[in-house]
């Protein structure tokens, strides 16, 4: 995150040019209870709050619910072109990312499939600590609750992602 926030704060002629095009809204990590007391994934309650994301409750899970607002109130004055969430991963090398994709074959979910991984194959491409190989493009039942699975399909942001860089240096 520091270095995201770093670049995109930076002089160079890309961060201005990014700077001049999109809107760029940094939500700060989202169990800081939860992790001053240890816990990288849960809230002080022992909850994983990625998996609240359906219908976070407002007093058990505040930090969901007052994001999901946030995207709700952006999505209503503008388009989303963008989301992605950044975890650490405590199995997996690498810096890679989870995606979504579309289940439908009809040739418009296709094309859509393709650009969701174009950002991926992007950043493998400019980063040798990218890989491209371990990112994946599913919806998998077990994850539906998570972040980026429940704004692509209530927010319909094909660009939804989870940026995992592992643990292990």
Known sequence: MKGLLTYLLS??????????????????????????????RC??????????????????QPTIFYAK????????EREI???????????KQNVFM???SHKNTQYEHIRKNANIRLIPLLLSQKNPNFSYRDSKFKLE????????????KEFNIS???????????
């Open 11 to 40: 002089d160079t002629q890309e961060a201005k040019l990014l700077r001049s095009h999109f809107i760029f809204y940094i939500i700060p990590m989202l169990n800081p209870d939860g992790v001053k007391y240890g816990n990288y």
């Open 43 to 60: 809230s002080l309650l022992g909850v994983d709050l990625n998996r609240k994301w359906i219908a976070p409750n407002r007093f058990l």
């Open 69 to 76: 607002q946030l995207v709700r109130m952006i999505s209503e």
């Open 81 to 91: 072109l963008m989301y992605c969430d950044l975890h650490g991963h405590s199995r």
């Open 98 to 100: 989870y995606g979504c």
């Open 141 to 152: 039942k077990c994850k539906e609750s998570t972040a980026r699975i429940v704004l692509f």
């Open 159 to 169: 660009n939804s992602y989870t940026c995992e860089a592992t643990f292990f240096g």
